[in-house]
């Protein structure tokens, strides 16, 4: 019990150091570390959504750029046709663009939930290098299909001209949307723990570490696997259309392996399976791109050695380091 509650205070000092910083930015007028610590928030949130499937279902998806990109290109569509005055789709209703936050999530995350639940189904037919594999194949068809769509910019991108909005919200006040981004967070790990703590999550984590007791129990594995595949998708789809809305730009970029790996770092820097790893992890992987970044452009090695020490020596992560204590399961 008192290794639960130091971990408990590990993650709220976490969450109160990321809301703190921007607060204390603005008191001393430094815009740019707000949009940096919104790009934390953001970019933990999809760290989130992997860590469901990777910390609790053991999960290792490579693709999990696809959905980042997915949802990002929601947004940058649903903006683009709304500053045309265009339709996406004519026939048989017409569909046109939206500049409400509230619209565009919920596409992003029923577009996310459907192409999950397509790739899910054929991934989680194999296990180990196999399913990393096919996810990152998966991923990379979705890379190049963007890259094929010259009317929403293909290889160059697409430019958000206007700022989606939240009722009663200015979204185009920095620390505004550092707020919407960090409620968002915070709902989202909120959801992962009760998820977690459930009979869902229960089952969710002996199908990761025995099946087949799983199975004997009356439950098949596979369904469970692919409801935390397809959460896990739309919590990191619904972090790209804010990381769209942050840059006023989608591209492709989105959607490459690269940022699969990133994302990946995040759950591993800051622990795999732990509820505030993904922000942990981001935020030191922000801080060293920032900063180091800003001094040598070999700022990876220096991540590449924190990540070696940490997989060697850290099992549990920046957060089980800070805790003190590691996971065994």
Not at 131 to 138: N, S
Not at 293 to 322: C, E, K, N, P, Y
Request: proline share 3%; charged share 10%; net charge negative.
């Amino acid at each position: 019990m008192p290794e639960l509650t130091k971990e408990n205070l590990v993650n709220a000092v976490l969450a109160l150091a990321l809301l703190a910083a921007p607060l204390i930015a603005v008191a001393l007028e430094e815009s740019f570390y707000v949009t940096l610590a919104s790009r934390v928030a953001i970019l933990a949130l999809a760290g989130v959504g992997l860590n469901l499937a990777l910390g609790t279902g053991g999960m290792v998806s490579f693709g999990h750029a696809a959905f980042f990109g997915l949802g990002g290109y929601v947004a940058g569509i649903a903006g683009l046709h709304a500053f045309e005055g265009s339709a996406f789709l004519a026939w048989p209703l017409e569909i046109g663009g939206s500049e409400s936050l509230l619209v565009i999530w919920g596409v992003a995350l029923a577009v996310t939930a459907l192409v999950a639940l397509a790739i899910g189904a054929i991934s989680l037919r194999t296990s180990g290098v196999y399913f990393i594999m096919i996810t990152l194949a998966f991923a990379q068809m979705i890379y190049y299909f963007a890259i094929s769509l010259p009317t929403y910019g293909g290889e160059d991108g697409l430019s958000l001209y206007l700022r989606s909005q939240l009722p009663a919200v200015d979204t185009d006040d920095p620390l505004s949307f550092f707020l919407v981004c960090y409620v968002l967070l915070l709902g989202a790990i909120f959801l992962v723990h009760r998820l977690v703590d459930s009979r869902f999550g229960a089952a969710l984590q002996c199908a990761r570490m025995n099946p087949q007791r799983l199975a004997t129990l009356g439950i098949a594995p596979f369904p469970v696997k692919l409801t935390a595949f397809t959460l896990s998708a739309m919590i990191t789809g619904l972090a790209g259309t804010l990381f769209a809305e942050l840059n006023g730009f989608v591209s492709p970029a989105m959607l490459s392996w690269h940022l699969s790996g990133e994302i990946i770092i995040f759950v591993i820097l800051g622990g795999v399976g732990r509820l505030f790893g993904p922000v942990a992890g981001a935020a030191l992987f922000i801080l060293l791109e920032s900063f180091i970044g800003g001094l040598t452009d070999r700022w990876q090695l220096v991540l590449g050695l924190i990540l070696l020490s940490v997989v060697l020596f850290a099992r549990g992560g920046v957060v089980g380091l800070l805790a003190g204590k590691a996971r065994h399961d």
